[in-house]
């Protein structure tokens, strides 16, 4: 109950958005390699932040 409105941090933001955009990944390799490949650099850089704040910790 108290959780409801309690804000996400950084690290949890950036998860969501890498699996997001894996998944998007995933979703267009068998449509459109040229956006899938864009998209999985997108979730590269994406997990690049997330483990430069898991290493700052």
Same mark, same amino acid.
């Given at each position: 109950?108290?959780? %409801?409105?309690?804000?996400?941090?950084? %690290?949890?933001? %950036?998860?969501?958005?890498?699996?997001? +955009?894996? +998944?998007e990944a995933q979703r267009l390799s068998t449509s459109n390699?040229?956006?899938?490949?864009?998209?999985?650099?997108?979730?590269?850089? #994406?997990?690049?932040? #997330?483990? +430069? #704040?898991?290493?700052?910790?």
């Open positions: 109950m108290f959780g %409801l409105f309690k804000k996400k941090s950084e %690290l949890e933001k %950036l998860s969501e958005a890498y699996a997001k +955009a894996m +998944a390699r040229k956006a899938s490949d864009e998209m999985y650099a997108k979730a590269e850089e #994406i997990n690049k932040k #997330i483990d +430069a #704040i898991q290493n700052a910790n």
